[in-house]
Structures are given as structure tokens and as C-alpha cells.
């Protein structure tokens, strides 16, 4: 079974960072892109920053500069090193893979459980 499994989400002051790390468990061939998104309650989900497997990356306008995605393909996990966090970077913060094949399965779009950002002020 393929999984996503997120972590390093937690509460951190204004100007301050976090690293998120996503892995895909499971006997993964390949990944196509892999990203992350973020919801607030009520918004939908929005893409902050995605990641092909080939390492071309493109960012929201909002963390442009503030943000960086990376990946390491041979351990199948993307990161998400956030810096500068401001009060409005809080939301649930979610892994997304896409195209994932295994031994003779294709996954077309895969999500994370979720991992908490809290910014204060």
C-alpha cells in the first residue's frame, strides 16, 4: 500500500521557520511531481509550491522568495523549507504526489494526512 506520510508541522513565531518533510512509503517505481498545498478552514486548498521529477519548481506568489520545495528521489521525499513565516502562513499544510507507480500499479493523484503550521504574531 502507498502512503504519504507528512511531518514537521508545529507552532513557531512570526519570522521564524519550518521544514516540512513528506515521504511515500510503499515499493515506488517512480513519482511524477509532488507538491504541497495548504487549507485554511473554510478556503480551499491552494497550492504553495510543486516540484517535477525532473526538479523544476514553481511557487505561489504569496511565499515566492520565502519558500523552497526540494525532493530526494531516491528516497522518495519532498521537503518544504519555509522561512520568513508570517501569521498568515497558518493553515494545514498537505503532501500531494502524482503519477506514482509501484510494482504494476498507478497512482494517479495521492494525498497526505496533514500536518498543522501555526504562526503567531
Known amino acids: 500500500q502507498v502512503r504519504l506520510v507528512e511531518s514537521g508541522g508545529g507552532l513557531v513565531q512570526a519570522g521564524g521557520s519550518l521544514r516540512l518533510s513528506c515521504a511515500v512509503s510503499g515499493s515506488i517505481s517512480s513519482i511524477n511531481a509532488m507538491g504541497w498545498y495548504r487549507q485554511v478552514p473554510g478556503n480551499q486548498r491552494e497550492l504553495v509550491a510543486g516540484?517535477?521529477?525532473?526538479?523544476?519548481?514553481n511557487y505561489a506568489d504569496s511565499v515566492k522568495g520565502r519558500f523552497t520545495i526540494s525532493r530526494a528521489n531516491a528516497k522518495n521525499t519532498v521537503y518544504l523549507q519555509m522561512n520568513g513565516l508570517k501569521p498568515e502562513d497558518t493553515a494545514v499544510y498537505y503532501c500531494n504526489a502524482d503519477q506514482v507507480t509501484t510494482n504494476g500499479a498507478l497512482y494517479r493523484e495521492l494525498w497526505g494526512q496533514g500536518t498543522l503550521v501555526t504562526v503567531s504574531s
Open positions: 516540484i517535477t521529477s525532473g526538479g523544476s519548481t
